[in-house]
């Protein structure tokens, strides 16, 4: 394909999971890639090999996200990385990061909890979208990575959604701002996937089987779904949608 061909784009874990599959995609799509990890260095190192090994450009940046100077971390990171590659704007970036503290309904949540949720899935894409703003090209894309949990009430807890549901309050914010400088600001709420997060879940049959009923499309969501509709968000086929949900879940819940 190779449609975005001269552009940079940053995905917030790419090291594993739907993170790394959208991360392998948009480097298909030739853009090059800045795989992101908190901690999984290596598992960040397989993505830049696979995305090289299609032909295209990539390159790791380690910062764990929700701990005082992240954004700094991140941004020196992505800094070095663009400027070894010859660039140094961004175009397209991807806030996929989260984190999901299952099977802490509202009795039992912690402060500290749900402080670290916030953290992770608000603080830091707010904060890291801040500094690079002036970063962001003209004409780029801003795609967060949101929850089918925002419209579907979630039984594994009330704190998570209600970080993916500020997230979204944040895309279509950010995209009236941001319409002036033909940046377009989109959320795309994922529906039940098999990566790292879901595998203690949906090892439970009863589980998998109820999850697999509440879809129209009857399986459970695969990375390269997820991959592909953020792919379409990024390329310039999507040029007049902004501040807009995405709902990629295999129609759950209808
Ligand atoms: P995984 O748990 O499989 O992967 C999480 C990724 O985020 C890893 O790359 C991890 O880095 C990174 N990450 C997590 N916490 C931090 C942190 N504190 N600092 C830096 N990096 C961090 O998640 P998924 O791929 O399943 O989820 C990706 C996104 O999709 C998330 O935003 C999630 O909320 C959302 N989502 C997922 C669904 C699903 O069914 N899987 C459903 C709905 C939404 P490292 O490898 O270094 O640990």
Redesign the pocket.
């Known amino acids: 394909m190779g449609h975005l061909r001269g552009k940079a784009a940053l995905v917030?874990?790419?090291?594993?999971?739907?993170?790394?599959?959208i991360a392998e995609r948009l480097g298909r799509d030739g853009a090059l890639v800045a795989v992101?990890?908190?901690?999984?260095?290596a598992?960040?190192e397989e993505t830049a090999a696979a995305i090289a090994g299609a032909g295209g450009r990539a390159f790791t940046v380690?910062?764990?996200?929700?701990?005082p100077g992240?954004v700094d971390t991140l941004t020196a990171g992505l800094e070095a990385g663009l400027r070894a590659h010859g660039e140094a704007a961004l175009d397209i970036l991807v806030?996929?990061?989260?984190?999901?503290l299952m099977g802490r309904p509202i009795e039992v949540l912690t402060p500290e909890e749900f402080d670290?949720m916030v953290?992770?899935?608000i603080k830091?894409p707010f904060f890291l979208t801040q500094r690079l703003l002036p970063r962001l090209r003209d004409g780029g894309r801003i795609i967060n990575?949101?929850?089918?949990?925002t419209r579907l009430a979630s039984a594994h807890g009330i704190g998570?959604p209600l970080t993916?549901g500020a997230l979204e309050v944040f895309s279509h914010t950010l995209a009236k701002h941001l319409g002036p400088r033909d940046i377009t600001v989109n959320s795309v709420?994922?529906?039940?996937?098999?990566?790292?997060?879901?595998a203690e879940v949906l090892a439970d049959p009863a589980h998998l089987e109820r999850t697999i009923g509440l879809t129209a499309l009857g399986r459970i969501?695969r990375?390269p779904d997820?991959a592909d509709a953020v792919a379409f968000l990024a390329s310039d086929d999507a040029r007049w949608i902004t501040g807009t949900r995405i709902d990629v879940t295999g129609g759950a819940g209808l």
């Open positions: 917030t874990g790419g090291s594993r999971g739907i993170g790394r599959g992101h990890y908190g901690s999984n260095e598992a960040a380690g910062a764990e996200l929700g701990v992240d806030h996929n990061a989260g984190l999901n670290r953290a992770v899935n830091a990575i949101s929850s089918v949990s998570y993916k709420a994922v529906g039940f996937t098999r990566t790292d997060m879901t969501g990375v997820i």
